[in-house]
Structure formats: C-alpha cells, structure tokens
C-alpha cells in the first residue's frame, strides 16, 4: 500500500490544514539559519553576562584563548576561569538540554497522541529524582565521586521506564491512555518517594541541594558531562527525525496509522525507549526543567505547521534559544543568589501557554 504521509501532514491535529508547506507558515531554511545565529548569539550572551564583572571584551579574548590555546596574564587566571570552565559548558549545556526538551515534546505528544503531554509525563523524570536524591540526601554511591549523581538519575530514570512499561502493556500492546495514566500516577509515586526522603534527611544543606535540583538546576554544568549529554541528544534526534514520517501517521490515530502502512505498537514501544533514555539522561544533568517539552513544540508548530520532519527541525533551536536565555535570567535576576531554572521557565511557560490557547487559528490536539 502507498503510505502518503504528504496527507497526514497537513492534517496533524495542531495546525490548520493546508497544502505542502501550510498557508502562513515560515520557509524552513531562513528559519533554521536565523535560530542558529540567534542561538550562537544567544551563548555568547550567555558567557558573557554575570556578576562577576568580566567584560565583553575579556569574554572574547578568554573565548579565543581557550579555542586556540593561546596565553594568559598569571593575573587573569580567576576571570579566564569563570568564562571558560564555569560560564560555557554551562551554556552550552543549557542549549543541549533545551533542545532534547523540546524534541521530546514533540514526540512525546504525537506518541500519546495529547496535546498536554510533555518529557516528564512518563513518569521518567520523577523517577530519576529518586536515584538523584538518594545521592544528595543519603551519599548513595559516593565511590562515583563527581560522577555519583548523574549516574544514580540516569539509573533511577531507567529503572523507572522499566516499570511504567510493565505496568502500561497489555495483550493488546502499548496504547496511548495507558501510557499517559500509568506515566501520570508513576509520576505521584515518585514524587511522594522523593518528598519522603527529603523530610527524612537530616542535613538542611542537602535537602535544598536537592530542592534545587527537583526545581532544575544547571549550576552543575562541566566540561565532563556536556558530551555525554550533547551526544545522547544527538543520537535521540536523529532516531527521531528518521520516525518523523511514523510520527505524522500516530498523531492521526492508530487505524490510519495502520492503514498508512505503520506499525503502532512497534512504533510506539521504540519511540518510547527513545523519550525515556534521553529524557534520563537530560534530567541526570539538569534536574526537572517544566514547560520548555509543553510550550516549545506547540510554538513551533505555530511557525511551521505540524509536519513532523519540520517541527523537529526547528524545535531543537528553539528550545535550545530559550533555555539559554532562561539560564541567564536565573542567573541575574536576584544575583548572586541563583533562581531554579525551572522556576523561570514556568513564570514565563504559563502566561505564553495561556495566550496561545487563545490565540485564534490554532488548533490544540485537534479540538
């Protein structure tokens, strides 16, 4: 059978049907070119504000010397320091995990076919929690050293998919209300787990350590965990852009899923294990960041429609754009004191998801 997956893009639910490349909606090519300079702008920016009082000037010299390997005053040690091993990997890291959110989003939501759902819906990020609170709060796995607490997450988080999936198949396979229930009450059960273990620690420190970081946090940014999670990112983007055609038929449902030649059982199992690995392993290194998988994917198919190889083309650079920014705000807004930046990106989330629910023209979920 002759899958036209051209037809299942233009009717996505999220978007106004149209012909190709939807009526109103951005061309893709000055749209990636414009969001890759703002996003290097945007790191730059990034690296360059603070309270520490390193110029712009400073900034880029300290950039160049660390890029070419060039040579510093022994009186510059401290500020080439905080640009180069504390400002940039934690700017880059804050683009890597923007845009892993933010693809997932927009998996995520096709894969259980709600217009709500986000990376942590799963339940995946609640469970990494556990494994990271049990480092923070108790020293679980201390022999790790500084690798004890991404490791505990990641491992928590992969246990946690474990069970979600158990709990969630059936003989008839993996069905999209099941996932969601069984994600949303796994999610209650982690976090009663988590609560418990914060009220039962007995060190204050540790247990706003580990309010931080439920809160999402990238204070922890080095150069040891970017690529590792930069990498992860990658290789789940690319598994998802190469389901994208597989994605456009599931958000129509399981039966022109089916009729368009697609499998929605093997589809969705897969894409399953790929949201939650890459879920893990985001919130391993920068605890739960809210809103930017909800609020991203829906923004970006008000640009490009709901073809699923445009919107996890530019989804990525969005996501990636924003939670660069939102750092900054985190940073800087009751400086030296340091916001969660999942605070921030729920103050900003919310009134933006509100005004785009009543924005007319665009279509949540389909209804």
Known sequence: ????????????????????????????????????????????????????????????????????GGTIAPDEVSAYTIVWELRLPRALLAAVVGAGLSALGVATQAMVRNALADPFVLGISSGAAVGANAVLLFGALGSLGVWALSSAAFASALAAMTLVYAAARTERGLTPLRLVLTGSAMYYGFSAVTT?????????????????????????????????????????????????????????????????GVDPERTRRVLFVVTAAVTGAVVAVSGAIGFVGLMVPHATRMLVGADHRRLLAVAPLLGAVLLVWVDVVSRLLLAPVELPVGVITALIGVPCFVLLMRRRGYVFGGA
């Open 196 to 260: 418990l273990m914060v009220f039962s620690a007995d060190r204050g420190e540790a247990a706003r350590s580990a309010m931080m970081w439920l809160l999402g946090s990238l204070g922890g940014a080095t150069w040891a965990s970017v690529p590792i999670a930069a990498g992860v990112v990658l290789a789940g983007l690319g598994a998802l852009l190469w389901s994208a055609r597989s994605l456009n038929a599931l958000a129509m449902g399981d039966e022109t899923a089916t009729a368009l």
């Open 1 to 68: 059978m002759a899958t036209d997956f051209a037809a299942v893009s233009r009717r996505t639910p999220g978007s106004a049907p149209g012909p190709g490349t939807p009526s109103g909606r951005l061309s893709l090519p000055p749209l990636l070119a414009g969001l890759t300079a703002a996003l290097l702008l945007s790191l730059l920016c990034c690296v360059a504000l603070g309270s520490s009082g390193v110029g712009w000037g400073e900034t880029l010299r300290y950039l160049r010397a660390g890029l070419t």
